[in-house]
């Protein structure tokens, strides 16, 4: 009986403790997230980015996978989206962890650390500034370092799940989004 009460005691505290903020958008990156329905707008840049995936464009490639990033942290924290489709969530998250197999970023790493070195690595990548694209990706977030995650984003890859994710979270009626 005291196990019961002391692991319903844990899974309380648990729930009550404060959860971290949710990740931002650094400039230049989400764009979209300023209009009235950032959630939308961004899923619609980053769909439209792996709809069709362009070999050698290694900053639009960090700006979608920061954009997608952003997603699947902020969907389930926000209250708006919380009781969205468990498939669209779940294909979102399953998108993200994709994303980082590929690029060979751990899956603790934090959002945010995550968001803002491909946000930093896409402008270091347009103004062809080796020293900034350096600092960008740390080797704590970005193991691979800089060269070989750049590489790595000039053939993005494949995410499987993030078509039907995003969609059955803009159809999903409880959210009563529109396409």
């Keep these: 009986m005291r196990r019961h009460s002391a692991l319903a005691l844990l899974l309380l505290a648990a729930a009550c403790a404060p959860q971290a903020p949710s990740p931002t958008l650094p ?26 995936p362009q070999p050698n464009q290694p900053a639009a490639a960090a700006r979608a996978i920061a954009e ?13 989206w919380q009781r969205a489709s468990s498939v669209g969530l779940n294909g979102l998250q399953q998108s993200r962890w994709e994303a980082r197999r590929a690029l060979g970023i751990p899956e603790r790493a934090p959002a945010q650390a995550v ?28 193991p691979l370092g800089p060269q070989a995650t750049v590489q790595r984003l000039s053939a993005p890859p494949q995410v499987r799940d993030l078509m039907g994710a995003y969609e059955s979270l803009i159809s999903d009626p409880v959210q009563g989004a529109v396409h």
């Design 68 to 80: 997608l990033e952003w997603l699947a942290d902020n969907l389930p924290n926000n209250p708006r």
């Design 115 to 142: 968001i803002n070195g491909l946000a930093a690595a896409a402008r270091a990548i347009d103004a062809n500034d080796q020293a900034a694209l350096a600092r960008a990706l740390p080797r704590n977030v970005f």
């Design 27 to 52: 400039a230049g990156v989400g764009t979209a997230a300023a209009t009235s329905q950032p959630v939308l707008g961004v899923g619609r840049e980053v769909v439209g980015f792996f709809r069709n």
